[in-house]
């Protein structure tokens, strides 16, 4: 790769495989399946094919938020889509969400079943078919729409750009890293004045704008993203910290968490999610002991 300072751009762009990034294995110009592989399907009307990073934690908080109120229609099979391997690029993944990212859900409830790929349109989808986590007065579902929107239009900054650049790049590049955490410590400060006088994003009411935005802002003040909460001064972010803690604090956000999860204690990772009692037996620490 070329010295930062000294690269001129070709007239025509051409890939080159090993780019030396993190994900340079996975990474390709174009879309579409490079293998056939069918999914594996449950016996819930949901099937989820995800992994738990923050944007696949989104949707297991909420199935789990629906859960925990009483609504088994919200039960579902969770499957592992490993990135790293490359699971997003099988043809059957394809087929649920052509942009091959993760988190992509199958309602097979329907009379043909609905696939719904983008997690900001699963959150919706479900808050909407299970009437839960969404105002219901127009004036306070704008509200909550809004700040769902704005988390998906915010968090590439977060993720795709600082926390690239941060963490994962080949070089540490200033030029890089100071425009995007200029940008993320912006967010960030949109999000602590916000929740300066509101408990939660939207209000009173916990909504699928908090369970949106939590698994990326609220791990960016408490270390859980990039390691990187000391470098954005996130203690001086008051607010969103407290805002973060309550929501660590809900047992779903905990279980939610752990669903589709392959790092960290092995007792907190439940690869494979298909009932509820999988989070007392089906944790990893317990597969691998009695394997
Ligand atoms: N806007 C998408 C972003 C999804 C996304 O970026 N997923 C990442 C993991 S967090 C992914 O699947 N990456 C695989 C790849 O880029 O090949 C959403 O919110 O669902």
Redesign the pocket.
């Known amino acids: 790769m070329n010295d930062p300072a000294g690269y001129t751009p070709p007239k025509v762009w051409k890939w080159v495989a090993a780019n030396g990034g993190q ?1 340079a294995n ?2 390709r110009p174009i879309a579409g399946p490079t293998h056939e592989k069918t999914l594996p399907v449950g016996k819930h009307p949901l099937q989820l094919y995800s ?1 738990a ?4 934690v989104k949707v297991t908080v909420l199935l789990e938020e629906l859960l925990a109120l009483g609504i088994e229609g919200a039960e579902y099979d969770a499957y592992v889509i490993n ?1 790293r391997d490359g699971d ?1 690029f099988s043809s059957g993944f394809v087929e649920i969400n052509p942009n ?4 992509a859900l199958l309602d097979r409830s329907t009379p043909t079943p609905t696939r719904v ?4 349109a699963i959150l919706l989808y479900l808050a909407e078919k299970f009437r839960a986590f969404i105002p219901k007065d127009p004036s306070a579902r704008a509200e909550c729409l809004s700040w769902l929107f704005w988390q ?1 239009g915010s968090a590439p900054y977060l ?1 795709g750009g600082f926390g690239h650049f941060y963490a994962y790049a080949p070089h540490k590049i200033e030029y890089c890293i100071d425009r995007f955490t200029m940008e993320v410590k912006r967010q960030l400060d949109v999000l602590d004045r916000r929740l300066a006088d509101n408990r939660y994003l939207c209000g009173d009411d916990y909504t699928i704008a908090d369970i949106a935005v939590w698994p990326w802002y609220g791990a960016a003040v408490t270390n859980g993203v990039y390691d990187a909460a000391e470098f954005l001064d996130a203690a001086t972010y008051t607010n969103v910290l407290r805002w973060a803690k309550e929501i660590a604090g809900r047992e779903a956000a905990q279980r939610g968490r752990m669903v589709n999860r392959v790092n960290g204690p092995l007792e907190k990772q439940l690869r494979e999610r298909h009932d509820a009692s999988d989070f007392q037996t089906r944790t990893q620490d317990k597969i691998e002991a009695a394997s």
């Open positions: 994900f996975i990474n992994l990073t923050p944007n696949g990135i997003q091959s990212k993760i988190p790929f983008e997690s900001g998906m993720g």
